[in-house]
């Protein structure tokens, strides 16, 4: 049957794209984010959550609960030095 292999390339594809998305979510874990991403990322984790506990219940321990993330500070400015002005002599 033609659609088989389709189906199969397509199955394989949504595996490696919800695999990414973990990840891709566990990274933004550790970046400081605006209040309109963490939003949007919590809907993704969310929608992530519901497609990995419907699809095998054992990813439902690996995905993290509904507690937002602890607040996070900004990196301080760090100055260059190739952008400091040389004193004129």
């Known amino acids: 049957m033609r659609s088989d292999p389709v189906l199969f390339s397509s199955s394989r ?3 490696e794209l919800v695999c990414e998305l973990r990840l ?3 990274l933004l874990d550790r970046e400081y ?3 309109g991403i963490r939003e949007k990322k919590m809907h993704l984790s969310n929608i992530l959550h519901r497609v990995l506990s419907d699809k ?3 990813f439902k321990s690996e995905i993290h609960s509904g507690l937002p993330a602890p607040p996070q500070m900004p990196l301080p400015e760090i100055p260059h030095p ?3 002005r040389a004193p004129v002599t």
Request: proline share 7%; aromatic share 14%.
């Open 13 to 15: 594809a949504m595996e």
């Open 24 to 26: 891709f979510l566990d």
């Open 33 to 35: 984010l605006s209040a």
């Open 56 to 58: 095998e219940p054992s």
């Open 82 to 84: 190739w952008l400091v």
